[in-house]
């Protein structure tokens, strides 16, 4: 019914709602009622318009679906992957930002329709004014605000508040949701932002009860048919702060080689399938680490308690020991379920200096630096192999936002990362590996995370790029691969070019997400690929430990297209959360960054061009802050946006600016609710 909708609205453009019943003619009540299922479904998926009148085909000439951005009181920007529309505001509308909207292209620009708002809550500060509370919200929605049940609170002083909208009129209806408390105290702002964009924080009664159930050692019971590690050296090796560690080392030198062991924490065996906790999990999808706090999957209790591979006490894991010889190839591996006793919690910050020679760090790791040095050979040799087999290395950058006691920044800095890290990270790489191989050869229902190659037009930019800096290249777009894009990043040797183009390569990538199907990881060069490692705060990994031990550890009677099935619904479910949670880490990160900089409005930064648009160009400064140039108020002339080479051309004098660029600014403005900071080009004087 759908198809033949399609086909006709294809070759009419338009029709009537009686002519289309002409054309499908529904001959029982039952058609009939197909055929309008049929015409919502199409609405909803945004294939066709229904002004109750006529129905329209929305295809890129007159119609065009997108996301709605507030920018003024009189416009809103409208943009999808393919196109950008600035939009007078609709009276009869109110349109806020990540609405999904649809406009009509011709013959001007129009709002015609929502089909769903993006903003359902937002955050403010009730003030009293002459024992009168009124609501500000932090955001200009440019429009008035109306609480309905500011009545049920009693406020004495600014109190920051989350409000849900009940009614989008004019003016805006909301409900006070969530009493935060003063709003410059620690935390709240942060509070705020999470709770406004829905983030689960609370976990109910009914997990509290269910976590309680669950003990607090490792019982003699649940050893049976588990390897016994206990009396292997063991060690965990994660962040200085880090709470919950979900995976340990322990490694032999031997007649072959390397015997690596990496032992992952056993969650599936207390977080059982369908249970509260396990749904709780499943709605979060992964922990959110925003810069004062951690939004965990799974209560603390678990995490931080008897998932958690603390020291000195036992743990039950699932192991997977793998054979690497003296070039770091694999030759064997072999995943089992296992108890193990971790004997030293390390830090990459003390196993860094323990590498460098560092004689007190030797002296307090004098246990475990045979293990520690024996880890840094074998690494040395998987990330051989990693670049070898073309995997690319983007060298991001990770900002570190340091706070005082009240939350405030005082300083944003590169989070420095040292070859403990990198160590770790190569370990539980081969074991991702190992496991996603022996899921897929054996034919087990597993979900793999997926990189799939990138859009040739994306490549595309790269060379762009490449030929605006005068970079020499040698890939083609249409046929590149990991390796390829490696080496050419490997070959720029300024600094400068290298971050752009490395950024530039990066933005050209797909996502990664997951998939019930193996399609492998284009930016490893990998063929096979899964997340087994962190099951504490992926639930991606949960599900591989409980196939693992459905259909290898223990053969439980299940039916593989059935898991198979579910496993493509829960990629999806769990591949949007991830996108969200990296959403809310920027966002926060954007705002303390604005946060930061609001003390230094006048002051004059350095930085590099990273994104070049018509309406200016972004400047980003050596410790991760960014901000905007708008175009406006460049000087003595008018520029022109070369959308080809990403590249904004003076009329008059022929300034260029460009990615990579290195320039120096002004900060002129700071919105830190919308986390946007603005500076201005300080022009250099030629002086005679």
């Given at each position: 019914?759908?198809?033949?909708?399609?086909?006709?609205?294809?070759?009419?453009?338009?029709?009537?709602?009686?002519?289309?019943?002409?054309?499908?003619?529904?001959?029982?009540?039952?058609?009939?009622?197909?055929?309008?299922?049929?015409l919502n479904e199409l609405e909803d998926e945004k294939l066709i318009y229904n002004d109750h009148t006529s129905l329209y085909l929305i295809d890129d000439i007159h119609f065009m679906a997108g996301s709605a951005k507030d920018i003024s009181r009189y416009e809103i920007a409208v943009f999808n992957e393919n196109n950008k529309v600035y939009v007078p505001k609709n009276?009869?509308?109110?349109?806020?930002?990540?609405?999904?909207?649809?406009?009509r292209l011709k013959p001007e620009p129009s709002l015609i329709k929502v089909f769903n708002h993006g903003l359902t809550n937002i955050t403010g500060v009730m003030i009293v004014k002459k024992k009168k509370a009124f609501f500000y919200s932090d955001l200009d929605l440019h429009c008035s605000i109306r609480v309905v049940n500011e009545k049920e609170f009693s406020f004495k002083k600014r109190t920051k508040v989350v409000c849900q909208i009940?009614?989008?009129?004019?003016?805006?209806?909301?409900?006070?949701?969530?009493?935060?408390?003063?709003?410059?105290?620690?935390?709240?702002?942060?509070?705020?932002?999470?709770?406004?964009?829905?983030?689960?924080?609370?976990?109910?009664?009914?997990?509290?009860?269910?976590?309680?159930?669950?003990?607090?050692?490792?019982?003699?019971?649940?050893?049976?048919?588990?390897?016994?590690?206990?009396?292997?050296?063991?060690?965990?090796?994660?962040?200085?702060d880090a709470k919950d560690f979900d995976d340990a080392i322990s490694i032999v030198k031997n007649e072959k080689g390397y015997l690596l062991y990496v032992h992952i924490a056993d969650v599936s065996h207390y977080v059982k399938e369908n249970s509260a906790l396990d749904q709780e999990a499943y709605l979060r999808g992964n922990s959110i680490y925003v810069c004062d706090?951690?939004?965990?999957?799974?209560?603390?209790?678990?995490?931080?308690?008897?998932?958690?591979?603390?020291?000195?006490?036992?743990?039950?894991?699932?192991?997977?020991?793998?054979?690497?010889?003296?070039?770091?190839?694999?030759?064997t591996y072999n995943v089992f379920p296992s108890v193990i006793h971790s004997d030293k919690r390390c830090t990459y910050k003390k196993v860094n200096a323990c590498l460098a020679g560092d004689e007190t760090i030797l002296e307090e790791y004098s246990e475990v630096k045979g293990l520690l040095f024996t880890l840094e050979s074998l690494a040395k040799l998987l990330k051989k192999q990693s670049h070898n087999r073309g995997c690319i290395d983007f060298n991001t950058k990770e900002a570190k936002i340091i706070m005082d006691k009240n939350g405030y920044p005082v300083d944003v800095t590169v989070l420095e990362r040292g070859f403990a890290e990198q160590m770790i990270e190569e370990c539980m790489i081969l074991t991702n590996v190992c496991v996603a191989h022996h899921m897929h050869v054996n034919k087990i229902p597993s979900m793999y995370r997926v990189h799939e190659n990138p859009d040739p037009k994306k490549v595309a930019t790269i060379c762009t790029v490449a030929n605006s800096l005068r970079i020499p290249f040698d890939f083609?777009?249409?046929?590149?691969?990991?390796?390829?894009?490696?080496?050419?990043?490997?070959?720029i040797q300024d600094e400068n070019a290298y971050e752009v183009l490395s950024m530039v390569a990066l933005r050209s990538m797909q996502k990664a997400r997951y998939d019930a199907h193996c399609l492998g990881?284009?930016?490893?060069?990998?063929?096979?690929?899964?997340?087994?490692t962190s099951p504490i705060r992926r639930y991606s990994d949960l599900v591989v430990h409980r196939m693992l031990h459905a259909y290898c550890f223990h053969e439980q009677k299940r039916t593989p297209s059935?898991?198979?099935?579910?496993?493509?619904?829960?990629?999806?479910?769990?591949?949007?959360?991830?996108?969200?949670?990296?959403?809310?880490?920027?966002?926060?990160?954007?705002?303390?960054?604005?946060?930061?900089?609001?003390?230094?409005?006048?002051?004059?930064?350095?930085?590099?061009?990273?994104?070049?648009?018509?309406?200016?160009?972004?400047?980003?400064?050596?410790?991760?802050?960014?901000?905007?140039?708008?175009?406006?108020?460049?000087?003595?002339?008018?520029?022109?946006?070369?959308?080809?080479?990403?590249?904004?051309?003076?009329?008059?004098?022929?300034?260029?600016?460009?990615?990579?660029?290195?320039?120096?600014?002004?900060?002129?403005?700071?919105?830190?609710e919308k986390g946007q900071v603005t500076f201005s080009l300080l022009e250099r004087r030629n002086h005679d």
């Open positions: 019914m759908k198809e033949k909708i399609i086909q006709y609205l294809e070759e009419k453009k338009e029709c009537k709602i009686r002519d289309l019943e002409k054309i499908v003619r529904p001959k029982s009540s039952k058609e009939f009622t197909e055929m309008v299922k049929s009276k009869k509308m109110k349109i806020f930002d990540k609405d999904e909207v649809l406009v009940v009614k989008y009129t004019d003016p805006l209806e909301v409900r006070i949701i969530q009493v935060l408390g003063h709003p410059d105290d620690a935390g709240v702002d942060i509070s705020a932002m999470l709770t406004s964009n829905q983030v689960r924080q609370v976990f109910n009664g009914k997990i509290v009860k269910e976590c309680k159930r669950i003990p607090t050692k490792v019982q003699k019971d649940e050893l049976e048919n588990r390897k016994d590690l206990r009396n292997l050296l063991t060690v965990t090796i994660d962040g200085d706090r951690v939004v965990p999957m799974l209560p603390f209790d678990l995490s931080n308690g008897i998932c958690s591979l603390n020291p000195n006490v036992d743990r039950l894991t699932i192991t997977c020991a793998m054979q690497v010889d003296e070039r770091g190839n694999l030759l083609y777009p249409d046929e590149v691969n990991a390796s390829q894009i490696q080496k050419f990043l490997e070959s990881h284009f930016g490893l060069a990998l063929e096979e690929y899964c997340h087994f059935n898991d198979e099935k579910k496993i493509e619904k829960q990629a999806f479910h769990i591949s949007e959360k991830e996108r969200d949670a990296i959403m809310m880490e920027r966002m926060v990160n954007d705002y303390k960054k604005a946060q930061f900089m609001e003390k230094r409005i006048g002051q004059v930064f350095e930085g590099t061009i990273v994104g070049v648009m018509s309406f200016g160009f972004f400047v980003e400064m050596d410790n991760t802050v960014e901000g905007l140039v708008p175009v406006h108020t460049l000087s003595n002339d008018f520029y022109d946006y070369d959308e080809d080479t990403m590249t904004l051309k003076g009329q008059t004098h022929g300034k260029v600016f460009q990615m990579g660029m290195r320039v120096r600014v002004v900060c002129t403005d700071v919105q830190r």
